[in-house]
């Protein structure tokens, strides 16, 4: 047997990175039957995967993407791929995010963080990082009218859809019930824009126009899908990989603390060395060669960004979290035109919640009685972040 069909997707949730690593080194373009895709883990091999759309397309059949969501963003190439991006992107660029900071991501962390200071111990998964992700995302996208209990239920939901390449029929009907519930609501709202529009980006997506075009109805809903999961998961598992990638070094944390010029760099070395979205699908469209393995066209390719960010080939002992590496850029959020649109929006919101928490809660630390367990290869996270402080 190949080293892909001895993996298990239990394996994969549990401890990807060990993993990746013998596949680096033995097997670096596998085929894993358990998930249906050949892995491809090498810097290199990731690169040229998510940088060549001709022959790696993101338009895949099968497609979690485009099953849960319906045609969206990331699961498309061509003109399509490039109007809609055309209309959302500028939103999530860094002069329209930074506004958000001051107004949003500040404002909700310290509320977040005034319902615990005084009690001296916290699972911030739950009571900071998912709420804050939640609520950054509920003004940014304009859905402000729905409880955070929802949004949440619709990200948990969805996830499961997009993260379903075993085509496990039970886990599809979740996502399936919770996309129909999107739909359902979100036409509603998008009722109320046409005639009341506001500043939020699903306003913009309905009143904005590319060569006279604007999007239906049916492809705003699809692609809001598409940034309630990436726009809660992602920031929200990263503030919590990167809380604890800082309290795990302390000595790296005090220099953190002691200079907030630090934190720009901590947030982009805990991209690097957890990163929250493992994963781009592709589909290859002719004959391809990486790395001595024959794709054949049709075949499904995960280029494993969490891998590339752990090669040793590009990185100096690459298991190492140091927040003063130089080699330079992370996979993160993948590269080519299918770079992640909300990166900056991420960004901004692990930065300033490492500013806030530090600020806020002294000598905050990790409860040594309460170990944490991460989860998840497509994306990871801490089930729980248990801290302690001095209130």
Sequence with gaps: MTLGETITVEALEADPYTLYERLRAEEPVSWVPAVGLWLVTRWDDVEQVDRSPDVFTAQTEPSTLNRTFGKNLLGSEGPYHKRIRSIIEPTFRPGSVRPY????????ANELIDQFADRGEADLMNEFCEPLSVRVLKQVLGLTSLDD???RRWFADLAVGAANFEADPAKQAVADAASREVDETVQQLLDKLSTEPDDSILSHMLQSEVDGERLSRREIQSNLKVMIVGGM???GDAVGIGVWALLSHPDQAEQVKADPRMIKRAAEECFRWHSPVGTSTRQVTRPATLTEAELQP???VAAVVASANRDERRWMDPTRFDIHRREGPHLAFATGAH????AWLARAETRTAFRVLFERLPRL????ERPIELRGW???RPLHLHVRWDP
């Design 149 to 151: 209990d929802t949004l």
């Design 298 to 300: 049709g075949a499904l």
């Design 101 to 108: 900071v001051d107004a949003v991501i500040v404002p909700a």
């Design 233 to 235: 998961q992602e920031p």
């Design 339 to 342: 770079h992640c649109v909300g």
């Design 365 to 368: 630390r990790l409860d040594e």
């Design 378 to 380: 497509e994306f990871r």
